[in-house]
């Protein structure tokens, strides 16, 4: 934790003084433009600091890893941005490009060429490129293909034709296979000779003739035991393996339930077609968890800080427009009871009290149903159970918060009726938002939508409208 934090600073550091450097670029520049000076020494100048700060700049970003670079980029307006990534070394492009978000990649991509993006693929590997073709441009993406030898070609063809959700579009080609005819020796002087190991390697696939899967053999396996064994004698017959069609989240479960670091791909006839990382994996795991907090926060898509405002608008417009229906409904149905307003002004006070904390108590039911949902723990057989836990909650705690809202009410206003109004209504309404907080992300899983995806709002929609209209139908029957 304390390198981490310690990393963290170091590339906030990093970052102020990019943007340090960058501004006194823009400084000295503007300066020297401001000076009253023949046209050969002013340019002598110019071509002076600009070097100069040309040189500080590459140097700092030369000795960042692509991960940092691509952070420096994402936290840069656009302009400065661009002038950052021109001073990139070129053979790192292509490892930039994979680290940057998706809406700040498009914008560099914008200003890279042909031959430039082309240069820059053609350094990343298979399954590298396969994450970076979907953005590149079809006539990029055409010729890099024909640069591509027949083998790799096919590979990434193959990855390019899985949903980007699926274990397919995931696999890393970049494999180490023994056969299991031949002994712990044989395999550890063939190691020897390759002389270095895929990333992420902590187990060898071992396979027959025509590439079928027979077992795995853990490296650890290789290294304590008897060289005179052979691979068929130690090799795990039994190992996790996944098809490309599997989905990327089941997978992600599996990983984190058997701890595993790499585990094979195979096609239906059990043929090893590649392997799955677990670095691969953290990214999508990271991927989707920026995913649902956008969703919750009614982003339709990942947002450049930097974009234009006519962009970050069509980002943003969907949610607020159903909120403002939500709202409208809402108000509507306080409109219904302005008669019982007008004659207990109490009401008007206390009725937001009722929906806010209907509103809260339901997004925690809901959060923990989603949270179910996205472990595979709901399923038909344990939904009875789970509805009538979320029931037995959400009536203890109405009641007993209920009860010390109605006191406050009545130490408020001196009246028994609306005290007993306040904790019937509060009970009711956290009913009703452990009811709805259940059904709704599970009728959207069941038509397969992302239960994350609009769930908050629906629910205080709900609370909040509900909450009004038992509130005030309440107090309208007993108070008026």
């Not at 590149?136 to 083998?151: F, G």
């Amino acid at each position: 934790m304390a390198e981490y934090q310690e990393n963290k600073e170091s590339l906030q550091e990093s970052l102020q003084l990019i943007v340090e450097l960058l501004d006194k670029h823009e400084l000295v520049e503007n300066l020297v433009h401001k000076q009253e000076q023949d046209g050969p020494k002013q340019e002598l100048v110019e071509s002076i600091v600009h070097r100069q700060n040309i040189a500080l700049l590459q140097k700092k970003l030369e000795s960042l890893h692509p991960a940092d670079v691509a952070y420096i980029l994402e936290a840069l307006p656009l302009e400065k941005r661009l002038y950052v990534w021109d001073l990139v070394k070129a053979d790192r492009d292509g490892e930039i490009l994979l680290e940057v978000s998706d809406a700040v990649r498009q914008t560099l991509i914008a200003d890279m060429d042909s031959d430039e993006l082309l240069a820059a693929a053609e350094q990343l590997d298979t399954d590298e490129l396969a994450d970076l073709a979907p953005d590149l441009p079809k006539d990029v993406l055409q010729e890099l293909l024909d640069s591509l030898d027949t083998q790799n070609r096919e590979r990434l063809q193959s990855a390019l034709s899985y949903p980007e959700d699926t274990v397919g579009a995931r696999m890393d080609f970049d494999i180490v296979t023994i056969r299991e005819d031949i002994s712990l020796e044989v395999a550890l002087r063939y190691l020897r000779r390759i002389g270095q190991l895929p990333d992420h390697t902590d187990k060898l696939f071992v396979v027959d003739r025509h590439d079928i899967l027979r077992g795995v053999l853990p490296l650890k396996r290789l290294v304590v035991k008897d060289l005179e064994l052979g691979v068929k004698d130690v090799m795990a017959d039994d190992a996790v393996v996944f098809h490309p069609e599997d989905m990327a989240d089941e997978a992600a479960k599996a990983f984190e339930r058997y701890d595993l670091v790499t585990a094979p791909v195979v096609d239906e006839n059990n043929k090893l077609v590649g392997r799955l990382t677990v670095d691969t994996v953290m990214d999508y795991i990271r991927e989707e968890a920026e995913s649902d907090m956008l969703s919750l926060a009614g982003l339709r898509e990942e947002e450049d800080l930097f974009s234009s405002v006519w962009t970050s608008v069509q980002n943003r417009w969907t949610w607020l427009a159903i909120n403002l229906v939500t709202a409208l409904v809402a108000s509507r149905v306080i409109g219904l009871f302005e008669g019982s307003i007008e004659k207990v002004v109490a009401l008007a006070a206390l009725m937001p009290i009722v929906a806010g904390i209907g509103g809260n108590s339901g997004n925690q039911t809901t959060t923990m149903i989603v949270r179910g949902i996205a472990l595979g723990q709901i399923s038909g057989v344990n939904m009875q159970s789970l509805i009538k836990k979320e029931i037995g909650v959400s009536i203890i705690n109405g009641l007993i918060w209920g009860s010390v809202l109605g006191l406050i009410a009545y130490s408020l206003y001196g009246n028994t009726i609306l005290s007993v109004v306040m904790t019937a209504a509060m009970t009711l309404n956290l009913l009703l938002a452990a009811i709805v907080g259940v059904t709704i992300p599970i009728v959207m899983s069941k038509f397969g939508r992302d239960p994350a995806v609009g769930s908050s709002v629906l629910l205080t929609a709900m609370t909040d409208s509900g909450g009004f209209f038992i509130f005030l139908g309440l107090a309208t029957i007993f108070l008026t």
